[in-house]
């Protein structure tokens, strides 16, 4: 990067840690420290949950996953808007009552004390994990970029994040995330206008689109109904549904966003403008990629977007990965100017032309593709990275190789705020469920007493998502490795909930055990791979419900107690 980059870079967090550490002081007690004093408006709300969700595995891994599979990544958003609607009306008014710091809280009040402990277990370890791999993400950054190994920049990325959530606790947390959003949108409209701007002179916004759809990226819907596609309107829609509902309903890392709003109304609101905002915001980012497709349509394209990986593999292996490399450059040449060959007909209005002229350019495509896949298969395989493939690396390297100085370092430090709004989020909730749910009396005996416990749990947490990085470069495409491992747990979480809510009759022991078994049975379905992971929330959401729905009748009711308030 060039000078001005790393001042771009470097002010731009530093600023981002002291803004942090000023929002985040004076801390009075759990209840400031955790809940930031319940003193939030509706649009910081809104910025935290969006903040929160759109990690920087959203900015950096989709636009590569838009460019390798194009834009069906979209449809497991569809079922958003509907859940933002049930958890306004059923979900909020609860927390909202009980005044809670955790939404596990509810479960031991409506049944018991070991519901709630397993119910937050299977938040902590879920979460736990899935913040390791957010921390991994921007550490990818400071690798490619100081040439450092992806351990040492995992431990740069957390730790730096620590200081300001374990400081400031849910405030420093909230005003953080309201900045970084902000910013975030901004440098990635400027990302998207950057790529079009570099697109060949004769080429503009309507037929890079129209290249892209022939090419198959903009495949925003796609309705064959398959158990095993990942991505369909009807997963997208029913499992999206329940994923969403157990993410914004259930998990603390979101919970805890919208309970510190000053009132229920403000975080309603806040809740359901995220669900109007965050499919087209969604759709944008992924079209970003899309568009980089295009770019590289028409310039020089790498076979192998991990650029550290590819030089590995000419160096041990120079004759085939020359041979290999040239070959996709003449398929890169080849298939610029069939693309070139397609726009000019297209423009001339020649049926007859532009449907040859078609033709050769998807011949074109596919050769390279099977090419372009050939050696990414043989790189993972012969371990020249721990990557699964280079998706997560082709935004990045577009920004560093095509974009002006100060975009480039900006656009780095989007990534990286990107990163610790949803970081520092997960340990401000991590802390949160361990320190409330898992402790047998009061977290403190004075206010200064609180704060140092939550504090300890935030550092705990910290180091242990900071130790889970360590191994996420085994998980392929990030944005998916995330929504696959919330899926392992998150159905089963919502069941426990939908039981308790909707469920009147049902009681502790019955709803731990369905709980239990229905845990098992999604991890052994997903181990036998018959459904995508998106199935697994309805899965899960759905045993629970339905083992309580049966057992019920066996067992004499509990006294009714909150089910029915």
Not at 47 to 56: D, E, K, N
Request: hydrophobic share 45%.
């Amino acid at each position: 990067m060039s000078t001005v980059d790393w001042i771009v870079l470097l002010l731009t967090l530093a600023a981002m840690i002291g803004y942090g550490l000023h929002k985040g002081r004076e801390q009075n007690g759990a209840h400031s420290y955790l809940l930031a004093d319940r003193k939030m408006q509706w649009y910081v709300v809104l910025l935290g949950v969006m903040a929160t969700q759109a990690s920087a595995i959203t900015f950096l891994s989709a636009p590569g996953l838009a460019y390798t599979d194009g834009m069906r990544f979209v449809q497991n958003y569809f079922g958003l808007p509907i859940a933002m609607v049930v958890i306004c009306g059923s979900f909020i008014p609860v927390f909202s009552r009980l005044n809670v710091f955790t939404a596990y809280e509810y479960l031991e009040e409506r049944f018991d004390r070991r519901t709630r402990l397993f119910t937050s277990f299977l938040f902590l370890l879920s979460r736990g994990l899935s913040t390791g791999i957010s921390i991994y993400a921007p550490a990818i950054i400071l690798s490619t970029m100081l040439n450092l190994n992806i351990y040492i920049t995992n431990v740069l990325v957390g730790g730096l994040l620590i200081i300001y959530t374990w400081a400031g606790g849910a405030k420093a947390v909230a005003h953080t995330q309201k900045l970084q959003f902000l910013i975030i949108l901004g440098a990635m409209a400027l990302s998207g206008i950057l790529v079009v701007n570099r697109l060949p002179e004769n080429i503009g916004f309507a037929d890079a689109l129209y290249l892209a759809g022939k090419s198959g990226k903009l495949n925003a819907i796609t309705t064959d109904f398959n158990w095993h596609d990942k991505y369909n309107i009807w997963s997208g829609v029913i499992g999206g549904f329940f994923l969403s509902l157990s993410y914004f309903g259930t998990d603390q890392s979101q919970v805890g966003r919208y309970i510190t709003a000053k009132d229920t109304s403000e975080s309603k609101t806040g809740l359901l403008l995220n669900g109007l905002v965050k499919i087209p915001m969604q759709f944008l980012i992924l079209l970003i990629g899309v568009l980089v497709f295009i770019y590289y349509t028409f310039n020089h394209a790498a076979p192998y977007y991990n650029s550290k990986a590819l030089s590995q593999y000419q160096t041990t292996e120079p004759e085939k990965a020359n041979q290999e490399i040239y070959r996709y450059n003449n398929l890169v040449n080849e298939t610029r100017s069939r693309a070139a060959e397609v726009i000019a007909a297209r423009k001339a209005g020649n049926e007859t032309t532009l449907t040859t002229t078609l033709a050769g350019y998807e011949d074109a495509h596919h050769r390279k593709q099977q090419l372009r896949d050939s050696i990414s298969h043989y790189i993972s395989d012969k371990k020249y990275t721990p990557d699964k493939s280079d998706t997560n690396y082709i935004f990045l390297y577009f920004v560093k190789n095509s974009l002006p100085a100060g975009v480039v370092g900006l656009l780095f430090a989007v990534i990286i705020l990107a990163s610790w709004g949803s970081i520092s989020a997960a340990l401000n909730s991590l802390a949160a469920s361990s320190l409330i749910d898992l402790s047998t009396g009061n977290v403190g005996d004075t206010p200064e007493s609180e704060v140092q416990k939550g504090r300890n749990h935030t550092l705990a947490w910290g180091l242990f998502c900071i130790g889970v990085a360590m191994f996420a470069t085994k998980m392929g495409s990030l944005i998916e490795a995330v929504n696959i491992l919330g899926s392992l747990f998150y159905g089963t979480i919502l069941g426990i909930f939908l039981v308790a809510l909707y469920l009147k009759r049902a009681n502790g022991r019955i709803t731990f055990w369905a709980a239990v078994i229905a845990e098992i049975a999604v991890i052994g379905v997903y181990l036998t791979g018959w459904v995508s992971f998106l199935w697994l929330n309805v899965i899960g959401a759905g045993l629970v419900y339905l083992i309580c729905l049966i057992t019920i009748p066996f067992f004499r009711p509990k006294s009714p107690n909150l089910a029915a308030k």
